[in-house]
């Protein structure tokens, strides 16, 4: 087996530069200028469509460059480490164009891709001022005409709503509104007669205050009948199987946060000297950042594994985004939070630490879990898939083989069929119905390779875990009205189970490919997973002994690869040098 490459963003992190560059184009101090100015990143943005980005978002099939989730990701991941402005106000327009290539004709999708890689922006218009995230309480409607729809109504909180050239628009097309009451619309506002919209006002935010979060009202907008995406009827389902896709991709902006926050934290604990020893030799510091370096990678191999399984388990995404969503924003917002200890007031200020990178970070990251549904949002979608999870775990149905595609990093990815969405994962997940299976080869590898049986330990641990929550679940099943406290407790729960499976999956399956490269040492002796399986346990209230040891062996490596220039990640990844130095000699990380 050959070693997978991520040579995209690696080519995009080169053509990003030093971040500490003075004067740079994309330098940590002029994000740091615009933040303050809350000025959209325009020439950022500019030199991203000159190298090529927006290509990144159309499907090959439509002319662009996506043949696979697992590429956006880490493309998405890169820009998002620099700055989380700049990646979520580019990045919307692959939330923009999401609906059309989901269920739009071959036509229209040629038609918005082409725009797209042209480098005009694309928005999502979802959200009314006062209905938030319930979309079957939608006001906007569009009423048929002979030629196409007159569209009344106004969408508020839309990133990119002023900037934006096009705008997929969910709209009513029913008045009695209900399930099949709404439909997509893409409005092109090139078309528009000027007099019938007007942009509002950018509304002032805490983080990503440049970004263009603003919305738009409509009186009576002319749009052409061929603006229909997806029968007339179809707006809602065509936007919440959508929603699977963004949902999963918005992993990429919270692990860009956590590189870029776990890096500042860890440069500092290095440097900073207290009690006559330096803080990172501390341990309550230590553990801090031990703690933090095994989310990273815990929710990396999470977010790795969920854009493969777009591709190989595509039926049962409905749980799949809705875990990594829940996951990745929560989790990172934690561990953000933690790593504020060991910068003590440098978290906080402006100018002093890293350009006081660390406080921009932090405020940013925060909208991300609101984007595409909050945490409510996916615990909900969870709880109301008990009883398919329920009965799938019962059955011993689910797609495995699926499951076991995506953990080989190896193994090439099929083609994304969206016709295979599904609102509900009906023969439960393959993930957990796999780990059985995943724990034995597991405690078969460490009894050939000792060093791997704290991870078999802990993995057999995660199993009995795994059958305590699905009997939780059993009670919580077809529940209607109100959800009590205790079947979101559940949920989440089950969310943590599906990651830790997913990480014995893909370290059962993938860890030869790393041998002899940068990221060998997490992999050789089950370093990462004992360290990933030991904080899903800690958060599932398992009151075992904690591998501290593990701990102190990621900081360790997380040090050796800092020094050799390359990212802290499960796979190899080379970071720009800074200006004017050599790179490192990448075996200095694997010594």
Not at 331 to 356: I, M, N, S, W
């Amino acid at each position: 087996m050959s070693e997978p490459t991520t040579s995209a963003a690696e080519e995009l992190d080169a053509f990003l530069g030093d971040p500490e560059e003075p004067g740079g184009w994309f330098s940590r101090e002029r994000c740091l200028d615009l933040d303050e100015q809350e000025a959209f990143p325009a020439d950022i943005c500019r030199r991203l469509d000159e190298w090529g980005l927006p290509g990144h978002y159309v499907p090959a099939e439509h002319g662009g460059r996506l043949t696979d989730y697992a590429t956006l990701l880490e493309v998405m991941r890169t820009l998002a480490r620099r700055d989380l402005t700049v990646a979520i106000g580019h990045g919307k327009t692959y939330l923009g164009g999401i609906c059309v290539w989901v269920a739009g004709t071959p036509e229209q999708a040629a038609a918005l891709g082409a725009d797209i890689r042209a480098g005009l922006p694309v928005s999502l218009g979802l959200t009314e001022r006062a209905h938030g995230s319930d979309l079957l309480a939608g006001e906007v409607h569009a009423t048929a005409g002979e030629t196409g729809w007159l569209v009344d109504g106004e969408k508020w909180l839309i990133n990119n709503a002023t900037r934006g050239s096009l705008l997929s628009l969910l709209t009513r097309t029913d008045p009695a509104g209900g399930p099949r009451g709404f439909s997509i619309l893409l409005v092109d506002k090139r078309t528009l007669d000027p007099a019938t919209y007007h942009h509002l006002p950018k509304v002032r935010t805490h983080g990503i205050r440049g970004a263009d979060i603003s919305g738009i009202r409509f009186t009576r907008a002319a749009v052409s009948r061929s603006a229909l995406v997806g029968p007339q009827g179809g707006g809602l389902e065509i936007v919440l199987k959508a929603l699977q896709l963004t949902r999963t991709m918005c992993a990429a902006l919270s692990l860009g946060a956590a590189d870029q926050g776990l890096r500042i934290a860890a440069d500092f604990a290095a440097r900073r000297e207290l009690y006559g020893r330096r803080l990172v030799e501390l341990p309550q510091a230590r553990r801090v950042l031990g703690t933090a370096a095994a989310d990273v990678l815990l929710h990396e191999a999470l977010g790795t594994v969920a854009a493969r399984l777009v591709h190989t388990q595509t039926d049962e995404m409905s749980v799949t985004a809705a875990v990594t969503k829940y996951l990745l924003p929560s989790g990172t917002e934690d561990v953000l939070t933690r790593l504020t200890r060991v910068l003590g007031a440098r978290a906080f200020l402006k100018g002093v630490h890293a350009h006081g990178a660390f406080q921009k970070v932090e405020r940013d990251h925060r909208i991300v879990g609101m984007f595409d549904g909050n945490t409510l949002v996916n615990l909900t979608s969870l709880v109301n898939q008990f009883r398919a999870l329920v009965r799938g775990r019962r059955r011993g149905t689910g797609d495995v083989a699926g499951a076991r595609a995506a953990y080989d990093l190896s193994a090439p990815l099929p083609r994304l069929d969206p016709g295979r969405l599904s609102l509900v994962a009906r023969r439960g997940s393959g993930v957990l119905a796999g780990l059985e299976a995943g724990v034995a080869r597991l405690e078969e590898l460490a009894g050939q390779q000792p060093a791997l049986a704290p991870a078999a330990t802990a993995a057999r641990r995660l199993a009995a875990a795994t059958d305590q929550v699905h009997q939780e679940m059993e009670q919580w099943q077809g529940l209607a009205g109100d959800i009590p406290a205790a079947a979101f407790d559940a949920a989440r729960r089950y969310a943590l189970c599906h990651a830790g499976a997913v990480c014995v999956g893909l370290f059962t399956h993938s860890a030869p490919l790393f041998t002899h490269t940068s990221a060998q040492p997490l992999w050789q002796d089950g370093l990462w997973l004992r360290a990933a399986l030991d904080r899903v346990l800690d958060r599932l209230g398992d009151t075992g002994a904690r591998d501290d040891e593990a701990y102190d062996a990621l900081l360790e490596h997380m040090s050796a690869t800092r020094r050799a220039g390359e990212l802290f990640s499960l796979r190899p990844h080379r970071q720009p040098a800074p200006q004017g130095a050599p790179q490192a000699d990448a075996t200095t990380a694997r010594n």
